[in-house]
């Protein structure tokens, strides 16, 4: 850590007014709500904060001055009083951020965080006192307690399967979270697999700020009617063996609801019928496979007719 004085610009002298107005423009020109992904500003918003927080302190102010104690509110050496500063002499105190003028770093940042449009997300995180959390000045970042980045708490990952029909219509679906809330999520347009949609808010709380983000990956489920082959989908439709001969209107499912189909007479199966723009989000085309269904149990005429053909006109389908 860095001499308080030098982090916020102030001297030796300085009285208690100066160095609150020193630490109020830092804190606003650094504050992380200010500067979204700026891992330096949020570094210099936490060396700001935990330097005023040790200025602010009589005590401790004392003895940094006195040489006592380091940046960091550290001893510099031991022998003080009963067995050094927890001693009578009263070294720093975890926890004690506010001096004679009552005004901590954290009270300070709720003084102009309203202008923010939220609440301070360093405060008592930043100065690492509570939960056993120590802030890294040049990251903003808390290692070794439940504090996360700046105050936030630490964001969660959670799975959910759609089906074909959901993601198409960009429809609302149920999400559990690890903590067992089930929240209803709108998938964005045009989701795609793998896609992570952000809930704001809804990860691990943070006894620091606020809590952090949920951060929900997009799987598809395997459909029993459709298959999915980039925006395009494919599907098959059973026909009896008449319907096929002498052609037919069918009912075919799409991702929009059924449709009506002609087949024409003669229908080829091994050819997909397409309809185009019915495939996933409209950008695809359906592609319609045609399968032709046998009487059940089998059929005397049927078989009649089938050796007659195979004599009197047989055609070939295979090399």
Same mark, same amino acid.
């Given at each position: 850590?860095?001499?308080? *004085? ?20 830092? +804190? ?19 060396? +700001? ?37 927890? &001693? ?14 009552? =005004? ?7 003084? =102009?965080?309203? &202008?923010?449009? !939220?609440?301070?997300? !360093?405060?008592? !995180? ?24 700046? !105050? ?12 074909? @029909? ?6 609302? /679906? ?41 951060? /929900?990956?997009? #799987? =598809? ?21 008449? @319907? ?14 059924? /449709? ?13 019928? #397409? ?11 359906? *592609? ?19 050796? =007659? ?5 047989? *055609?070939?389908?295979?090399?």
């Amino acid at each position: 850590m860095r001499d308080p *004085y030098t982090v916020l610009g102030v001297s030796r002298s300085a009285s208690e007014k100066d160095i609150k107005s020193a630490y109020r423009k830092l +804190a606003k020109k650094y504050h992380p709500d200010q500067n979204p992904g700026d891992p330096t500003a949020h570094g210099k918003f936490a060396e +700001a904060t935990h330097a005023y927080d040790l200025l602010n302190d009589s005590e401790k102010r004392g003895q940094f001055d006195r040489g006592e104690i380091d940046a960091d509110g550290n001893p510099r050496f031991a022998g003080f009083g009963n067995g050094g500063f927890g &001693g009578a002499r009263g070294g720093a105190r975890p926890g004690a951020g506010a001096g004679a003028g009552g =005004f901590s770093a954290e009270d300070i940042l709720k003084e =102009f965080m309203s &202008g923010f449009g !939220g609440q301070p997300r !360093g405060g008592a !995180g930043a100065r690492g006192a509570a939960g056993g959390a120590q802030w890294d000045p040049f990251t903003g970042t808390a290692t070794g307690g439940a504090g996360g980045r700046m !105050g936030k708490g630490d964001d969660v990952v959670v799975n959910v399967t759609i089906s074909l @029909e959901d993601a198409h219509k960009a429809a609302s /679906v149920p999400v559990r979270m690890p903590s067992g809330k089930v929240l209803s999520v709108k998938l964005p347009e045009k989701v795609e697999e793998g896609q992570q949609i952000r809930l704001k808010g809804q990860g691990s709380p943070s006894p620091y700020g606020e809590p952090g983000d949920a951060l /929900v990956t997009v #799987r =598809f489920e395997k459909s029993k009617t459709f298959r999915k082959d980039g925006h395009d989908v494919r599907t098959d439709v059973p026909v009896t063996l008449y @319907e096929a001969v002498l052609g037919a209107k069918v009912r075919v499912p799409t991702l929009d609801g059924s /449709v009506e189909l002609t087949l024409p007479p003669g229908m080829d199966t091994s050819k997909a019928l #397409r309809l185009k723009g019915k495939g996933l989000y409209g950008d695809g085309d359906l *592609y319609v496979n045609i399968r032709v269904v046998l009487p059940p149990g089998g059929d005397a005429d049927l078989e009649a007719l089938a050796r =007659f053909m195979r004599d009197q006109n047989p *055609y070939k389908v295979r090399d």
